[in-house]
Antibody
C-alpha cells in the first residue's frame, strides 16, 4: 500500500523559514517524480513544485520560485520542501503527491498545515 | 498559465441519481505527443484529494465504473452514475499538458 506521510507542520512569523518532509513507502521511491501541492483554507489546489526521480530536474510555480526549494533523499525515501521568506499568503495545507507520470498525481499524503502569521 | 474553469460550482443530487461536471480549459490540452493530460480528482470531506480519472477517460486503479470521463481539446466532462454517499465531496479537474499544472476551482457535490 502506497503511503505518504508529511511532517513539519507549524505556525511561523512572516519572513521566517520552515522545512517540510514527506516519507514514502509502498513503492520504489527512487523511480518516481514527486510533487508538493498546497491548498489555502477553503480554497482550491495549487501545484507548487516537482522533482524528478533522480533530482535531475526541478520545477516551481512562479508564486514560490526563488523562495522554496524541493529536494529528495532516495536513500531515506524522503521528499523535502524548504520554505524561506514565508508570507501570509503561503498559509495552506501542504500535500506531497507522487507522480504517476509527469504531472499526474496518483497518490497524495494526508497533508500538513503551515500557518504564516504574526 | 492554463486556466481551468469548472461548472457548476455546486451540485445537489439524490442517492442513485446521475450528475455531470464540466471542465473547460483556456487552451487545448492536447500535448505534442498526442496525449491529453486531463485528470479528475475527488476530495472527500477532511481528506486529501484522490485520483479518479486520468488522460480524459482512464479510470485509476480501484475506481468504480460509475465514474466516466469524456471530452477533447478544451471541453471535458465527468459523469457519475448511481451516486452513492461515498461520492460526496469536491471534484477537481486538473491539467498536466502545460507547465505549470493547474486545477479547476472545484465542484461540490452534495445530497439533495
Amino acid at each position: 500500500e502506497v503511503q505518504l506521510v508529511e511532517s513539519g507542520e507549524g505556525l511561523v512569523q512572516p519572513g521566517s523559514s520552515m522545512k517540510l518532509s514527506c516519507v514514502a513507502s509502498g513503492f520504489t521511491f527512487s523511480n518516481y517524480g514527486m510533487n508538493w501541492i498546497r491548498q489555502a483554507p477553503k480554497k482550491g489546489l495549487e501545484w507548487i513544485a516537482l522533482i524528478y526521480y533522480d533530482s535531475s530536474s526541478k520545477y516551481y510555480a512562479d508564486s514560490v520560485k526563488g523562495r522554496f526549494t524541493i529536494s529528495r533523499d532516495n536513500s531515506k525515501n524522503t521528499l523535502y520542501l524548504e520554505m524561506n521568506s514565508l508570507r501570509s499568503e503561503d498559509t495552506a495545507m501542504y500535500y506531497c503527491a507522487k507522480s504517476k507520470t509527469g504531472t499526474l498525481f496518483d497518490y497524495w499524503g494526508q497533508g500538513v498545515m503551515v500557518t504564516v502569521s504574526s | 498559465d492554463v486556466v481551468m474553469t469548472q461548472t457548476p460550482v455546486s451540485l445537489s443530487v439524490s442517492l442513485g441519481g446521475q450528475v455531470s461536471i464540466s471542465c473547460r480549459s483556456s487552451q487545448s490540452l492536447v500535448h505534442n505527443n498526442g496525449n491529453t493530460y486531463l485528470s479528475w480528482y475527488l476530495q472527500k470531506p477532511g481528506q486529501s484529494p484522490q485520483l479518479l480519472i486520468y488522460k480524459v477517460s482512464n479510470r485509476f486503479s480501484g475506481i468504480s465504473d460509475r465514474f466516466s470521463g469524456s471530452g477533447s481539446g478544451t471541453d471535458f466532462t465527468l459523469k457519475i452514475s448511481r451516486v452513492e454517499p461515498d461520492d460526496l465531496g469536491v471534484y477537481y479537474c486538473g491539467q498536466g499538458t502545460q507547465y505549470p499544472p493547474t486545477f479547476g476551482g472545484g465542484t461540490k457535490l452534495e445530497l439533495k
